[in-house]
């Protein structure tokens, strides 16, 4: 079957950086993304990864590779907007999102 | 209006009740989705529609029943809900549902509770 895999909730600290992962098995690999979802929002685009390598946006960068099944988003300087869920999901051969169950990032000050 | 748009944003109704979720996109894209999001678990694909056409039905109840009049509107029809069907229903829509850098734009969602 298909599965993503990605930690359940972190907890970090203001100021600080954070790397959520997200590891997968899919029938094929189309392409990751990740996405932010603050409580009671809508989910928003935030990275897409096709090819091996680091993709840096701003204070948020996300890492692919394929060979391992495996991807990190990376936020640095947290601030306290930051807290939300992150969402790991991958395209397959099929060209379905194949989504995670979603990390819970909470900031404290 | 800009975005994807979502009406109501939550919902009560009882088992035996009929309602429907309306979702409205303004980014001229072809395809639209309908998701269930359930606490801590992934999101579920349910539909897909593409140029009005439904491309995808991941065996979904018959209790739920989608409607696309046209590209900019989508609807989830539902009736005889089971309390287990309680959780937040996502739209979304994006340009073209088989390109691979595809970005799909979600909705605020309607948050069911069914009594």
New interface residues.
């Given amino acids: 079957g298909q599965n993503i895999d990605q930690p359940t909730e972190m907890t970090a600290t203001e100021g600080a950086i954070v790397q959520i992962n997200c590891t997968y098995q899919t029938s094929g690999f189309n392409g990751l993304f990740w996405y932010q979802q603050h409580a009671g929002e809508a989910p928003t685009f935030l990275s897409y990864n096709v090819l091996d390598g680091l993709e840096e946006k701003g204070r948020f960068s996300s890492f692919l590779s394929r060979s391992k099944g495996y991807s990190y988003l990376l936020l640095k300087e947290l601030q306290m907007k930051d807290s939300a869920s992150y969402l790991c999901a991958v395209r397959d051969s099929n060209y379905q999102l194949i989504w995670g169950a979603g990390t819970k990032l909470i900031i404290k000050p | 209006e800009t975005g ?1 748009t979502q009406t109501p944003r939550h919902l009560v109704m009882g088992m035996t009740n009929k309602k429907s979720l309306k979702c409205e996109q303004h980014l001229g894209h072809n395809a639209m989705y309908w998701y269930k999001q359930s606490a ?4 579920e ?1 349910m539909f897909v529609y593409s140029l009005e056409e439904r491309v ?1 039905n991941n065996s979904v109840p018959s209790r739920f029943s989608p409607e696309c009049p046209n590209s900019s509107h989508l609807f989830l029809h539902l009736h005889t809900l089971q309390p287990e069907d309680s959780a937040l229903y ?1 739209c979304a829509s994006s340009q073209d ?13 309607t ?1 069911l509770l069914v009594l």
């Fill in positions: 994807v801590k678990k992934p999101l694909l995808e996502l549902p088989s390109g691979s850098q595809e970005t799909q734009y979600f909705g605020p969602g948050r």
